[in-house]
């Protein structure tokens, strides 16, 4: 139920839903938590040899489960909502993340320049760090170019991760607990397979970052069907980036737009069967140019007056883009909540459910006892009752016997005397 000063879902932008789902689920489990305890506390309390109400199997059942509601309040507590992209060298995958964070955070530019994977999250304290794969050790960075050369001169190994804390407030996704992944050229690296194991089975959304100016490669292509044979219907949208460079030829803007369309259409409603209609598939493609963004927003950002006017279409390309932002953010919340949310919740009904029947039990169990020893109390009374009344008739006989006695002793007595 909506706790009180939580605006209604309906005014929520749709990363909230997750947030919000998040702190109410994290709650209930606080509460799941205080009540399995509760249960373990008074079953402990029980002294079963004295009172055996309940099996030692299910007392340890109960025991267990602070531990197993803690382990999930912890995956819980890392959840998020994380979104990868994917694309050939240079087709401007940094840059679309840089946009989307509204600066330059992410080393982009022209060759080969992401040469393994960056993973960009908020830090809770405000702070810009990053760290590599299997330390802990947080390496500060004052700067982009500062980033850059953190990163240089390290041998990484494509595969390998680099996890870049940025300031949650400089940012609304990173606020509300979004992950951006971005990987080096699927063209550039041999072990594309390693990659779908290690960072796409819990990915939310896929970005495939094409390049407008030429068509989607075989390599890309091949790459998302590896990736839609792990992951059943994964959300995959497209971007044609570059699309500042149609400009340069406004007779064929609209064929080489139709050509893309039809061919990302087909390839996601065809090939890889992610969506269910043509209608559904056009949502997810888009034709933008993300340096553009960036730079517009880099700007606003310093006070100055946006100048990415000057290319033609600038405008309906930074609407598209917007739409772009609004769509996928809607996506990558409402798959989120669902794909982690929904486990948890099953496992705490069955966690909740297990210990009820638990405690049932013994309250059950209790009863019978307490009506079972009633009733022993009963007998022994009936039976306490029945003696008492034979020693009563036991000494009248053994009263009267003695008077009896007595009266035949009086009456010897008597004799003799007279005799
Ligand atoms: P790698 O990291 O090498 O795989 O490349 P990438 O896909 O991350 O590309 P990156 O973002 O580094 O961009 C490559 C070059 O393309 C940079 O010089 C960008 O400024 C430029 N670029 C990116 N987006 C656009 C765009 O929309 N239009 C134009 N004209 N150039 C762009
Ligand atoms: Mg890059």
Same mark, same amino acid.
């Given at each position: 139920?909506?706790?009180?000063?939580?605006?209604?879902?309906?005014?929520?932008?749709?990363?909230?839903?997750?947030?919000?789902?998040?702190?109410?689920?994290?709650?209930?489990?606080?509460?799941?938590?205080?009540?399995?305890?509760?249960?373990?506390?008074?079953? +402990?309390?029980?002294?079963?040899?004295?009172?055996?109400?309940?099996?030692?199997?299910?007392?340890?059942?109960?025991?267990?489960?602070?531990?197993?509601?803690?382990?999930?309040?912890?995956?819980?507590?890392?959840?998020?909502?994380?979104?990868?992209?994917?694309?050939?060298? +240079?087709?401007?995958?940094?840059?679309?993340?840089?946009?989307?964070?509204?600066?330059?955070?992410?080393?982009?530019?022209?060759?080969?320049?992401?040469?393994?994977?960056?993973?960009?999250?908020?830090?809770?304290?405000?702070?810009?760090?990053?760290?590599?794969?299997?330390?802990?050790?947080?390496?500060?960075?004052?700067?982009?170019?500062?980033?850059?050369?953190?990163?240089?001169?390290?041998?990484?190994?494509?595969?390998?991760?680099?996890?870049?804390?940025?300031?949650?407030?400089?940012?609304?996704?990173?606020?509300?607990?979004?992950?951006?992944?971005?990987?080096?050229?699927?063209?550039?690296?041999?072990?594309?397979?390693?990659?779908?194991?290690?960072?796409?089975?819990?990915?939310?959304?896929?970005?495939?970052?094409?390049?407008?100016?030429?068509? &989607?490669?075989?390599?890309?292509?091949?790459?998302?069907?590896?990736?839609?044979?792990?992951?059943?219907?994964?959300?995959?949208?497209?971007?044609?980036?570059?699309?500042?460079?149609?400009?340069?030829?406004?007779?064929?803007?609209?064929?080489?737009?139709?050509?893309?369309?039809?061919?990302?259409?087909?390839?996601?409603?065809?090939?890889?069967?992610?969506?269910?209609?043509?209608?559904?598939?056009?949502?997810?493609?888009?034709?933008?140019?993300?340096?553009?963004? &960036?730079?517009?927003?880099?700007?606003?950002?310093?006070?100055?007056?946006?100048?990415?006017?000057?290319?033609?279409?600038?405008?309906?390309?930074?609407?598209?883009?917007?739409?772009?932002?609004?769509?996928?953010?809607?996506?990558?919340?409402?798959?989120?909540?669902?794909?982690?949310?929904?486990?948890?919740?099953?496992?705490?009904?069955?966690?909740?459910?297990?210990?009820?029947?638990?405690?049932?039990?013994?309250?059950?169990?209790?009863?019978?006892?307490?009506?079972?020893?009633?009733?022993?109390?009963?007998?022994?009374?009936?039976?306490?009752?029945?003696?008492?009344?034979?020693?009563?008739?036991?000494?009248?006989?053994?009263?009267?016997?003695?008077?009896?006695?007595?009266?035949?002793?009086?009456?010897?007595?008597?004799?003799?005397?007279?005799?």
């Amino acid at each position: 139920s909506p706790k009180v000063g939580v605006s209604p879902r309906e005014h929520l932008s749709p990363l909230k839903i997750f947030v919000l789902a998040k702190k109410e689920i994290n709650s209930t489990f606080g509460d799941i938590s205080k009540y399995v305890s509760e249960g373990g506390e008074f079953l +402990s309390s029980l002294e079963l040899d004295k009172m055996p109400v309940i099996d030692n199997a299910d007392r340890e059942t109960v025991l267990a489960f602070p531990d197993k509601v803690r382990g999930i309040r912890e995956v819980l507590a890392r959840d998020h909502m994380k979104c990868v992209f994917f694309g050939r060298t +240079s087709n401007g995958k940094s840059t679309v993340i840089n946009a989307m964070l509204q600066d330059k955070i992410l080393p982009s530019g022209l060759g080969h320049t992401t040469n393994c994977f960056l993973q960009v999250e908020g830090s809770k304290n405000n702070e810009a760090y990053l760290m590599l794969e299997n330390t802990s050790e947080k390496r500060s960075v004052e700067s982009v170019s500062q980033l850059g050369n953190a990163l240089h001169g390290e041998s990484l190994d494509p595969n390998a991760l680099v996890r870049i804390f940025w300031p949650s407030n400089k940012c609304n996704l990173l606020r509300d607990d979004v992950v951006l992944l971005d990987s080096p050229g699927v063209d550039v690296s041999p072990n594309v397979d390693d990659w779908i194991d290690k960072y796409c089975l819990d990915a939310d959304v896929f970005v495939i970052v094409a390049n407008a100016e030429s068509t &989607l490669t075989t390599t890309e292509k091949k790459f998302f069907h590896k990736v839609s044979e792990r992951l059943s219907k994964p959300n995959v949208f497209i971007l044609n980036n570059r699309w500042d460079a149609s400009a340069n030829e406004p007779e064929c803007i609209d064929k080489v737009r139709k050509q893309h369309l039809d061919r990302n259409i087909s390839f996601l409603l065809e090939e890889l069967k992610v969506y269910g209609s043509r209608s559904q598939a056009e949502e997810r493609v888009f034709f933008v140019s993300a340096r553009e963004v &960036l730079n517009t927003r880099i700007q606003k950002l310093k006070g100055e007056q946006p100048s990415g006017g000057q290319i033609e279409g600038y405008q309906s390309r930074y609407f598209e883009f917007e739409d772009f932002e609004r769509k996928f953010e809607k996506c990558l919340s409402e798959t989120a909540v669902k794909t982690k949310f929904q486990q948890h919740c099953e496992r705490g009904v069955k966690i909740v459910s297990e210990v009820m029947q638990i405690m049932d039990k013994a309250f059950q169990n209790a009863t019978s006892l307490r009506e079972s020893k009633i009733a022993d109390r009963n007998e022994y009374l009936d039976r306490l009752e029945f003696t008492k009344m034979q020693m009563h008739e036991l000494t009248d006989e053994v009263k009267h016997r003695i008077e009896q006695l007595v009266e035949q002793v009086e009456c010897q007595v008597t004799q003799a005397l007279s005799e």
